[in-house]
């Protein structure tokens, strides 16, 4: 059974920082990303990695926000800096199997989801 669990929300302060975890498994993946969605604001997917390291950013968190990736774990992380309160949604896990040399950054392009992990951002 193919399954992505996320953990690590909460609720920060802006500034502040938080990391998510996503653990795969059932299967491996080409790529993983990390979709976030707000009440009232367009969905986006924030970052995306492959299995070679390499990485995109919405220019939303780009410079802020490091995903990486553990392959022995299967594990996806990504690392919150300077947060706003903007940033605040939910944030859910995804993953496919297609690789891709440039990592996509459309919600389409990963098949498998996760739940869902709340992170707010208020003072």
């Known amino acids: 059974q193919v399954q992505l669990m996320e953990s690590g929300g909460g609720s920060v302060q802006p500034g502040g920082s938080l990391r998510l975890s996503c653990a795969a498994s059932?299967?491996?993946?080409?790529?993983m990303g990390w979709f976030r969605q707000a009440p009232g604001k367009e969905g986006e997917v924030v970052a995306g990695?492959?299995?070679?390291?390499?990485?995109r950013y919405s220019d939303s968190v780009k410079g802020r926000f490091t995903i990486s990736l553990d392959n022995a774990k299967n594990t996806l992380y990504l690392q919150m800096d300077s947060l706003t309160l903007e940033d605040s949604a939910m944030y859910y896990c995804?993953?496919?199997?297609?690789?891709?040399?440039?990592?996509?950054?459309?919600?389409?392009?990963?098949?498998?989801w996760g739940q869902g992990t709340q992170v707010t951002v208020s003072s």
């Open positions: 995804a993953a496919a199997r297609d690789w891709w040399w440039n990592v996509p950054l459309t919600q389409p392009a990963y098949k498998y």
């Open positions: 059932g299967s491996t993946y080409a790529i």
């Open positions: 990695i492959n299995t070679n390291g390499r990485t």
